[in-house]
Structures are given as structure tokens and as C-alpha cells.
């Protein structure tokens, strides 16, 4: 036998034990794919269900969600002539002009990162029996209170405010209590108060179970809290919006910072009731992209109008913050310099204009006076105390506190203010000031109304 014939059977003596080893062994063996998993290890333990749970705040920290673009949208929205925006994203451009169509993908984006981070808490609720018992609250509050606000900020964008017309009637967006990865089901748009009805569950149940112990970019009870003050804000539940705020204010676990400047372009502060980390690998900061100077690593998007400056007072720090951009000559504001800072979302500041704006509303003086509150803010911006505040002086107090922190078209909604952009008036609920329901979602779900102006 030559040495070719050898080695072949040599080969066929290895590979067939081989053969009956892989034979015997295929009902015992199976691989799984490491990409789709399933519930049945994703949810299977304690700590798989808490990354679970990390994946939600994953999606909050991208650009299209809390990363920047939802304060983005509501500033340029509600721009009143007093900001530009001249950049060449022509998505963010047809929102500024109010000129948006279905398929306007920074609209589709908020809409699937949202509902993303909805589905993420969604699976993490239905896992709780496997949590330790020790912190199940804390992983149950966390998940409520991020379904809460995603269901908040999509219901402040996509539908027609609280204060406009008939919130029993009129639509919102869908409401998802449920695991629907798998689902064929397709929910239709439920009224605008039942949303705001879930939130206000949502939200509270979360402040009862979540803990005051301060974590950065994750929920506590006073975010819940914080965030409760907005939400009944909207919805002109003055003595609940009021009791929130107050509620933030004197659990004493924040305090103002010494200056106005020293809020911005950090990490968190003592300040932040609700911020998101951004780091060089971890979180995107797109306000710093759209805001700054390209000196500050921005685009230059936004400009400040004299319209705007000229609401302060001169000796205003607020005002000291803005800065003329070297490249252009636009004027800039100072609070969106810094790429790698955190996203403030919730001050202490505004939980102080909130409560003195409740306060003056139902004559009341729930933790201080409406002047005691509004003298604490202008008093940190360097400002001399008033010695009367009316309803119009509180509401001029807080919108230079918090300009271009992401509030002002939420405001104009619930105040009933029209928003002019030279000669076009736009009243407070108009058409062109609700996003359109995004057409991907319109073409799948039969259940889906679109939103006036948008078929």
C-alpha cells in the first residue's frame, strides 16, 4: 500500500468517530444565538433584568431623546423671533419653519425612542419576581418613571396640549403598559387625558417606591417628584404642580448653586434633580452641537436674538452668559459650551419659579411667598429683590431662568401664548405646532389617526 492510500484511511478512522460522536450528540446540543437571546435570558435574574433596565437610560442619553434634541426642538419651535436656526439639516429646518411632513425623521425618531425605551421598561415590569427583594422598589420606580416621562414627552409633541380644547376627546398618542416585542397588536391613540392620567400614576407610584439617594442620570424620588411638578403644570393642577415643586425643595438633598454660570458645562451639580452623563464614550450632548460656536466644537446653529437680550436687565447675570461668536458675530448663549457636560434636564431653580407661580395662582404661600421665591432667583443672578411680583413678573422670572433649556414651547402651550415669527402668527394650538405621527407608523398600524394637517 503506497504512502497516499495510508493516509486517507488514516483520515476516514479520525472523521468517522467524529461523525457518530456529532450524530449521538445533535438532540443534546444546541447553540443559541447570542443576538437574540430572548426573554427567557434577558429577564432570567436579578442582575440581567437591572441591565435590562440600564438599556432604558441608554436610550434616554442618545441625541433624539434627552441627549439633546427634544429641548432642541421645543426652543426652535417656539423660537417667537427671538432665535434663528440657519443650520443645513433640513429636518430640523422644516421644524423650526413649522414646515414638517410624516416622514421628517427627527420627528420618527423621538416617536421610536421613546416607544424603544417604553418596551425596555415594559419587560423589565414584568420581571420583577426575579428582582432581589431588597431593591425591587427601586428597579420597579425606575422603570415607572421612565415609561412615565417617554410617555410625557411624547404626548407634549405629538398631540394638542392639555389647555387646548377638550382633553377627554381629543387624541394623544398610544398608551403601552405591556411586553409588545412580539406583538401584532396595534394600539390606537388613546385620549389625552387618559395619557396624562397614566403619567400622573406612573410618576406617583414611582415617588413612593423610588429612594432619595442621589445617583446621576438615574431616578430618584425627587425626579419623580420634579417631574410630577411639570406634568400637573400642563395640565393646570396648581396645587399639585405647587406641592410637587415644594416637595423637591424642602427634602433639602439639592441646593442652588452659587452662580448662574456654575450650572452649566459640568457634571452634575447640586442643582441637578435630573441630568445625563456625557462622556467620550458614553451619551451625546446634540444642544452643544446645535448652540455653541465651532470654537466650542459646535456648529453655530442657533443664534440669540436682540429681541431675546433685550428682556434682561442690564446687570443680569443670565445675560453675562451669552457670548458673541468671533466666527459670525451672532450672539450665542454660554450654557451649551462644553460637548462633554452633562444634559441638564430638571434644576432646582425651576422647582423655586414653579412653586411661586402656583402660589400666586391660588393665593396661597405653600413653602414660601411667590416674592421669597422669585427674589431666591433673581437674588443668585445678581439682581436686586423686587419688592412686589404679580402673575406676569413670575412668568418673565422663568422664562430668562430657563431659556433654551428646552421648556419654552411646553410654556407657550399651557400659558395660551401665540408664537410670531415675523408677519405668521401661530396660536398656541395650532397644527403646525404638533408633530405629525410618523408615516413608517402610519402605514403599519390601520389603528393610527394622523394629526390635522399632516394627511
Not at 446540543?29 to 430572548?38: A, C
Not at 411624547?154 to 403601552?176: E, H, R
Request: proline residues 3%; hydrophobic residues 40%; contains cysteine.
Amino acid at each position: 500500500m503506497d504512502n497516499d492510500m495510508k493516509t486517507i484511511k488514516y483520515r476516514i478512522l479520525i472523521l468517522i468517530p467524529l461523525w457518530l460522536y456529532t450524530v449521538a450528540c445533535e438532540d443534546k446540543l444546541e447553540l443559541s444565538d447570542p443576538n437574540n437571546t430572548g426573554d427567557a435570558i434577558a429577564l432570567a435574574n436579578d442582575k440581567n433584568v437591572k441591565t435590562t433596565l440600564n438599556g432604558a437610560y441608554d436610550v434616554l442619553s442618545a441625541g433624539p431623546f434627552y441627549g439633546g434634541n427634544t429641548f432642541r426642538n421645543s426652543e426652535i419651535m417656539a423660537a417667537n423671533s427671538e432665535i434663528v436656526f440657519s443650520g443645513t439639516f433640513n429636518d430640523v429646518s422644516d421644524i423650526f419653519r413649522k414646515e414638517m411632513i410624516a416622514a421628517n425623521s427627527d420627528v420618527t425618531n423621538l416617536w421610536i425612542n421613546a416607544y424603544r425605551a417604553i418596551n425596555v421598561t415594559n419587560n423589565v415590569l414584568s420581571a420583577l419576581d426575579v428582582v432581589d427583594d431588597s431593591d425591587r422598589d427601586q428597579v420597579e420606580g425606575e422603570a415607572l418613571f421612565v415609561r412615565a416621562i417617554c410617555h410625557f414627552e411624547l404626548i407634549k409633541f405629538f398631540a394638542q396640549p392639555y389647555s387646548a380644547g377638550n382633553a377627554a376627546t381629543n387624541p394623544g398618542v398610544p398608551i403601552m403598559l405591556t411586553e409588545d416585542r412580539n406583538s401584532t397588536a396595534f394600539v390606537s391613540r388613546a385620549t389625552v387625558q387618559q395619557v396624562y392620567t397614566q403619567i400622573v400614576s406612573d410618576l406617583s407610584a414611582a415617588e413612593s417606591k423610588l429612594s432619595a439617594s442621589l445617583r446621576t442620570g438615574k431616578a430618584t424620588k425627587g425626579a419623580a417628584a420634579a417631574f410630577l411638578s411639570r406634568v400637573y403644570l400642563q395640565m393646570a393642577d396648581y396645587a399639585n404642580a405647587r406641592d410637587a415643586a415644594n416637595r423637591v425643595i424642602t427634602s433639602a438633598n439639592y441646593t442652588l448653586r452659587p452662580t448662574y454660570a456654575g450650572c452649566f458645562n459640568t457634571g452634575t451639580t447640586s442643582e441637578d434633580i435630573f441630568d445625563i452623563p456625557v462622556s467620550a464614550v458614553d451619551g451625546a450632548n446634540n444642544m452643544v452641537l446645535f448652540y455653541a460656536a465651532t470654537t466650542f466644537g459646535g456648529r453655530g446653529d442657533i443664534e440669540i436674538n436682540a429681541s431675546h437680550l433685550n428682556l434682561y436687565e442690564a446687570d443680569d447675570d443670565r445675560l453675562a452668559l451669552f457670548y458673541i461668536d468671533t466666527g459670525t458675530g451672532e450672539n450665542r448663549t454660554g450654557k451649551w459650551t462644553n460637548q462633554f457636560s452633562n444634559v441638564k434636564v430638571i434644576r432646582l431653580a425651576e422647582m423655586y419659579l414653579t412653586r411661586a407661580e402656583c402660589n400666586q395662582r391660588l393665593s396661597t404661600t405653600t413653602g414660601a411667598t411667590p416674592l421669597q421665591d422669585v427674589n431666591t432667583i433673581r437674588g443668585r443672578a445678581g439682581l436686586t429683590d423686587l419688592g412686589s411680583v404679580d402673575l406676569a413678573d413670575i412668568l418673565l422670572e422663568r422664562k430668562l431662568e430657563l431659556a433654551h433649556e428646552g421648556e419654552r414651547l411646553h410654556d407657550a402651550k399651557r400659558l395660551q401664548e401665540s408664537i410670531v415669527e415675523g408677519a405668521i402668527v401661530f396660536p398656541y394650538n395650532s397644527e403646525k405646532l404638533v408633530f405629525p405621527i410618523p408615516q413608517h407608523d402610519m402605514n403599519v398600524n390601520p389603528n393610527l389617526t394622523q394629526n390635522p394637517g399632516y394627511n
